[in-house]
């Protein structure tokens, strides 16, 4: 069953994952959610290689990046899940993709990404939706959510967990998942295979 997986996992069409993980639509949509930075500070939450803090930078940001592990040079060691050592309303945005997912207490960490967001601010997340209608076809043979996502996820959220952990949010996603892939605000709950979240702190 592992290999079905991993075979699923490099066809080349749009589920968030796999062989297009950095270039999904849902991360398109999310960085098109963001302002120009004109110097403005930006905090880059799971930074890992760095591709969306190479983004914000070109945005025009001043980014701070931090990860649990690492991976290039000047991203700090945080663990989200002890709280974000910086000060109350320190950054103008807060970019987190495919994070909270991995999260122990994701509404605890959502307070910290606020708490550190100024007033008038940005939050931009992303995270897997585990229940759009393909992953809940693909479930009825066995390849449910647990099985096919990374072995360190521990949450599978739908859209009611969402508009729980996120209230205020828009909620963006896209459908279909190739060739042509529309933004779609309706619907995102039943089609998109990614849940893309834009808070303005008010």
């Given at each position: ?10 066809v ?9 993980a ?8 999310a ?5 120009p930075?004109d110097?403005k500070r930006a ?6 290689e760095?591709?969306?803090t190479?983004?914000l ?7 701070t990046?931090v ?6 040079e000047?991203?700090l ?5 002890e ?7 320190s ?12 999260l ?12 550190v967001t100024?007033?008038?601010?940005q ?5 897997p939706?585990s229940y ?10 066995g390849?449910?959510?647990q099985?096919i996502q990374?072995p360190?996820h521990?949450?599978?959220f739908?859209l ?6 996120v209230?205020d ?6 459908f279909?998942?190739a060739?042509v892939?529309?933004?779609i ?6 089609l ?5 979240m834009?808070?303005?702190?008010a």
């Open positions: 069953m592992g290999g079905i997986v991993e075979l699923l996992k490099k080349p069409i749009d589920l968030g994952q796999g062989a297009v950095e270039t999904t639509k849902g991360k398109q949509i960085l098109s959610l963001v302002p930075g110097g905090l880059d939450v799971g930074a890992r760095g591709h969306q190479r983004w930078r070109e945005r025009g940001y001043d980014v990046s990860d649990l592990e690492p991976r290039f000047g991203c060691q945080v663990d989200v899940d709280g974000l050592p910086f000060e109350d309303e950054f103008d945005l807060v970019w987190c993709a495919e994070v909270i997912e991995h122990k207490d994701p509404a605890r960490a959502m307070a910290e990404l606020r708490r100024r007033r008038g601010g939050l931009v997340l992303t995270t939706n759009a209608w393909l992953f809940r076809f693909i479930a009825c043979f390849l449910t959510p099985r990374r360190d521990r949450h599978y739908d009611e967990a969402i508009r729980v952990l209230p949010a828009e909620l963006y996603g896209y279909p998942y060739i892939k529309a933004t605000r309706r619907g995102v709950g039943a998109s295979p990614t849940f893309v834009h808070v303005k702190k």
